[in-house]
């Protein structure tokens, strides 16, 4: 999986993610230090207005930068979105009302809504080999659950020498650092090969999205790992804290298994991707994730609560979640012409955290009205539901090739002029993507 590093270009955009996690990381915990400072016991509604407007930046911002992209150099844009987010995240110390933390806090998530899709849409460009970048899925996924780990680590460590309001200080190095590394490589920027108009261009990626069958199975994939993630990242304290009436530091450990469950995945994936289609994998991980929320509701009603138990579920539920997640990066490559890889990143961004706004207030609110084994069964119930969507409409076989129709696309859009109707097949030969037009 390593040995993707060796490539210079590669290399620097995965230490730009790397920086930029840890930075985050630790703005999320000064966030909520922050918000207790300014709010007192009002910061939980603080921090939930907070995670709703990182939501809707992401879903309303992402598919508009989604658009644009195709036209601004990327290495220029990225480099600017990075210099954004830290300058947002140097003003946070400075606060002294909650209405500007919201402020900042929409211009920052508004900044990342445009710079990761754009970013990660731009690997496959620099890795087009799909071995190659299939283990930079891994690798990325990776990233993010060692961030989980080290973030909170190093805020533990700086918080017992400094005030929290330092640790944006970390956040503005880590941006800075990205911009820095993303400013040394120089990366492809492919072009439309004819000119698109605004709505064209904003809409063209949530329209190839839903049009192809496999991303229309992607979406119902991501709704089943929002339902089951959401219970891990919006219930576990409860369960820790509340039910189980146990001490911090049994909180991190639970988290900590689910991420070594999601690390697990990580390593094991590229080797189980060359020889296994990406819709055997993921709609595995999806079952698993239904069982192992259903288990958990089972062996609660059968012999009560225990930490030990809830420790090996979240294992799983690591394992499932990142068989689902991991791979969805091939099925978007496959679908897109490279100018267009940001508009349908930039789709899977908005679309899955479309999911997320369902399944983060409904865990929350089950959970809370009826307790832990409801909450289970709901958000179990909700992810087999994306699961059995996703079975109908991505058929199986023909792993390689992706065909949709046009029928969303204006009459007078370049592709249907002169036809009635056509569908196009995204061929995958060798690291060279072609369209076959299929009358």
Excluded at 45 to 71: D, N, S
Excluded at 139 to 155: F, G, Q
Excluded at 169 to 186: C, E, P
Excluded at 324 to 334: C, D, E, I, N, Y
Aim: proline share 5%; net charge neutral.
């Amino acid at each position: 999986m390593f040995d993707i590093l060796a490539d210079r270009t590669y290399r620097h955009l995965f230490l730009a993610q790397v920086v930029a996690l840890l930075g985050t990381g630790l703005a999320t915990v000064a966030l909520g230090l922050l918000a207790f400072d300014l709010a007192g016991d009002g910061a939980a509604m603080v921090l939930g207005t907070v995670f709703t407007i990182k939501m809707v930046a992401y879903v309303a911002i992402a598919p508009i930068a989604g658009a644009f992209a195709e036209r601004v150099n990327r290495r220029v844009l990225l480099v600017a979105l990075d210099l954004m987010r830290a300058g947002a995240a140097l003003c946070l110390p400075f606060v002294s009302e909650v209405w500007q933390v919201y402020v900042l806090i929409f211009v920052l998530q508004s900044a990342s809504a445009a710079f990761t899709p754009t970013f990660q849409a731009t690997i496959p460009d620099v890795l087009p080999d799909e071995a190659r970048y299939t283990r930079a899925l891994s690798l990325s996924r990776l990233a993010y659950d060692l961030e989980n780990i080290v973030s909170p680590t190093l805020a533990a460590v700086f918080l017992a020498v400094m005030s929290y309001n330092l640790l944006f200080l970390g956040t503005v190095v880590g941006f800075m650092a990205s911009a820095l590394l993303v400013a040394s490589v120089v990366l492809p920027s492919p072009t439309a090969a004819e000119p698109r108009g605004v709505y064209d261009r904003t809409t063209r990626g949530i329209r190839i999205y839903l049009a192809t069958p496999r991303l229309r199975g992607l979406l119902g994939l991501n709704l089943a790992a929002a339902s089951a993630g959401a219970m891990v990242l919006v219930n576990s304290v409860v369960l820790v804290r509340g039910v189980l009436d146990m001490n911090e530091s049994a909180l991190a450990w639970t988290m900590f298994a689910f991420g070594a469950g999601s690390m697990t995945a990580a390593f094991v994936l590229p080797r189980l991707l060359d020889r296994v289609p990406d819709r055997r994998v993921m709609v595995a991980g999806g079952w698993l994730l239904v069982a192992a929320l259903i288990s958990l509701a089972a062996i609660t009603i059968a012999g009560g609560f225990r930490w030990e138990v809830l420790l090996v579920v979240w294992v799983i539920t690591g394992l499932g979640y990142s068989a689902v997640q991991t791979p969805s990066g091939r099925l978007l490559k496959r679908s897109a012409h490279p100018e267009d890889r940001p508009a349908v990143f930039a789709a899977q961004f908005a679309l899955s955290h479309a999911c997320w706004l369902i399944s983060y207030p409904l865990s929350g609110w089950v959970m809370t009205v009826f307790g832990t084994v409801p909450a289970l069964l709901v958000l179990s119930a909700l992810a087999m539901l994306g699961i059995l969507v996703a079975l109908r409409v991505w058929p199986a076989g023909e792993p390689d090739t992706v065909e949709h129709t046009h029928e969303n696309l204006p009459l007078d859009h370049p592709h249907l002029q002169g036809q009635r109707r056509h569908s196009h097949a995204l061929v995958i030969d060798d690291a060279h993507p072609r369209w076959d037009s299929q009358f």
